[in-house]
């Protein structure tokens, strides 16, 4: 059992995933991210598998066939595209991935930054995420179009024009969107409804 060392990876990626959702002003899910990790069913596992260089999950995943702790994680953490996996209506596939919420998918790419920047350690550079983000097969499979769209619209904004430039970006993107479902819920529920009238 590795339970200090998982412990220790779990509070660094949390202090980092926090300070980068703090900049955008995503102060609820900074605090929140992968609060499950504290849970008996991932920490237990991350404690046992512990790898150091790579996911626990992995390893519990070549042992048992699949991982327990993964299934409990992505079923309850938004910021991951696996959650917002649903029967598909489409005729292609039977599941698929739907449009996942703007603030999730900023917190997924802050997920990502803080995860190039433990592994890579001083190799990292504002690029890294998205070179690695283009090796990743699966999420160009099964994340929604739009999704992926704006999660790759950050990733090269970042390669491009560093940290400070882009966190003011997602951050006035945010409020945007926020701005934009405040007016649509208004049109909807209050505008409909005299409408009906
Ligand atoms: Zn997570």
Redesign the pocket.
Known sequence: MKAMEHLKTITHHRYLVRQHCFRVGLYWQGLTH?LSKFSPTEFLVGAKYYQGDRSPNNAEREDKGYSSSWLH?KGR?K??FEYWIDYSRGQERLLGGMKMPVRFVAEMFM?RIAACKTYQKDKYTDASPWKYHLQSRLVHEIMHKDSLRLLEHFLQMLAECGEDATFAYVKKYLQHERKRARKQFIENHIKGRKREK
Do not use: E, P
């Open positions: 992968d994680h953490n910021h991951h997920d």
